[in-house]
């Protein structure tokens, strides 16, 4: 049994959108044996857009029942189906969620029509419902209406299953599959066929679209397949090839499964699914690397659907020097060029790096005169409130608070200044090194086992440079936090 399942909503989110109408069409596998549509109170104003483009107005559902009154007839009404719908993880995602707010776990396995319209129609200029009814002759009447949708992917679904059913009779061919679906007379009930079809026959393409419903449409199970359970880096294309998401796991194949299991959260994440063509990878063997590596992957292709990640331009820094009094004075300034210093921590912009400084001098009871926050020629307000120990006007010796500049300056960089991490490779008979050099990243790259040096600079031979920023500086000293197995070369 299948329950097609159309739904409209008040918008493209589950966590924060609700439903406005419901229609469920249920086809025993031969034809449509039980339908039913309702109007539902979302119990909130529906955008004005969404009216213009559903029809359905906040008149219309203002006496029409709220989901808790329709939940018990669509679980049993869906009791032992499977959920099918067009774009299935955005209708059942909504409804997972309303019964979710009621206490209530369903759980339905899924099919997909847009896939399976793939996998048994192809050649399709498009898949959206509209365009695929159009092209192959399924009247669609009330578009952007949930019983006039529903039962459009109804019509298309009962369709599918004569083609699959064709496909697995003796003698099929897949040129005649055109003619075969063109023949089926659209206007006719659905359920009416020349001859009845064998409803209990195994129908190898749908129960594969069952098997693979969590799956990207234009990804194949073979693809996933092939994923390998190792390290590495993993990139999303899309059809016409170009990269529109990097990622990184210690087990790609883990990783990728969870990404296409989780439920959808917006019309975006639906869209950056449906996108996905192709998937390729890089194998790193450590952790680290892959982090390292997707992070400067992100920053130089800036993939479509990595935009929070994707900025590779840090304008500004924290930066330290040495007063004639001797007291060591922080303070943020432009990372850029025509600056020649290094800064202590490189960051998005100069609000962002002030508002970093103002955070390390309140924790570590540093001076805010001293660390160019406040412009007086006297004392500073923290002074004034006692939160200062006066070393704006030099009432606290320069060795006590340059002790705390240290442990501040110490929380934003690393342990040793220079250092190589050693840690798995890509084989058994290889390592990864990623190099820190002078308070810098450098790079990563693999030596073999037969690999030996005493001196930092016989790894630089062997490392791909890589660029420098707060992003690799923040991974490499959590990275170092945590309790890895990796060897730790520190140099002199």
């Known amino acids: 049994m299948y329950a097609i399942i159309d739904l409209e909503t008040t918008g493209g989110q589950p966590t924060q959108d609700r439903i406005t109408e419901i229609a469920i069409y249920i086809h025993d596998g031969d034809k449509v044996v039980d339908s039913y549509a309702t109007l539902l109170n979302p119990g909130r104003p529906i955008p004005f857009y969404i009216q213009q483009l559903t029809g359905i107005t906040d008149e219309m559902v203002k006496e029409a029942p709220r989901f808790h009154e329709v939940a018990k ?98 003698g099929y061919e897949q040129a005649n599959l055109s003619a075969k679906l063109m023949a089926v007379d659209a206007a006719a009930p659905m359920g009416q066929r020349p001859t009845k079809q064998p409803s209990a026959r195994k129908i ?62 917006s019309r975006k994440s639906l869209e950056f699914k449906n996108s996905i063509a192709d998937i390729t990878w890089e194998l790193t063997g450590s952790e680290l690397v892959a982090l390292l590596h997707e992070s400067a992957e992100i920053k130089r292709l800036k993939p479509f659907y990595n935009r929070a990640q994707r900025r590779s331009v840090f304008p500004a820094g924290i930066y330290m020097r040495v007063d004639e009094n001797g007291y060591k004075r922080l303070y943020y300034g432009r990372a850029d060029a025509n600056n020649q210093e290094v800064p202590i921590i490189a960051l998005g912009n100069q609000f962002k790096a002030k508002g970093f400084l103002y955070h390390k001098v309140a924790k570590y009871n540093l001076c805010q005169k001293l660390c160019d926050l406040y412009k007086t020629t006297s004392s500073c307000f923290d002074y004034q409130v006692h939160r200062c120990k006066g070393a704006c006007i030099g009432l606290e010796p320069a060795e006590e608070y340059n002790r705390r500049v240290d442990e501040a300056i110490e929380s934003i960089t690393y342990e040793h200044q220079s250092f190589v991490i050693i840690g798995e490779g890509r084989r058994a008979d290889e390592r990864s090194v990623v190099l820190v050099e002078h308070g810098r990243y450098q790079g990563f790259g693999y030596i ?7 001196r930092l600079e016989a790894f630089k031979d062997v490392i791909k440079p890589q660029v420098d920023n707060k992003d690799v500086q923040q991974i490499i000293r959590q990275y170092m936090r945590t309790k890895h197995k990796d060897k730790v070369k520190v140099f002199a």
């Open 73 to 170: 007839k669509v679980v049993q009404m869906t009791e032992g189906c499977v959920f099918v719908a067009h774009n299935v993880r955005f209708d059942y995602s909504f409804l997972k969620k309303e019964f979710a707010d009621l206490g209530y776990t369903y759980s339905r396995k899924t099919l997909c029509t847009v896939r399976l319209s793939r996998s048994l129609i192809p050649g399709q200029p498009s898949y959206s419902l509209g365009k695929l009814c159009q092209n192959i002759g399924i009247p669609l009447n009330n578009r952007h209406r949930a019983a006039g949708d529903a039962e459009a992917t109804a019509i298309l679904f009962d369709r599918l299953l004569k083609i699959s059913q064709q496909a697995e009779a003796p």
């Open 204 to 265: 190898a393409a749908v129960q594969q679209a069952i098997k693979t419903a969590l799956l990207p449409p234009l990804i194949t199970p073979e693809k996933v397949a092939s994923l390998p359970q190792e390290a590495g880096v993993y990139y999303f294309h899309d059809e016409q090839g170009e990269v529109i998401y990097v990622g990184k796991s210690i087990n790609i194949y883990k990783r990728i499964q969870q990404h296409f299991a989780v439920d959808y959260k």
């Open 448 to 454: 073999d086992d037969t690999f030996t040096a005493r």
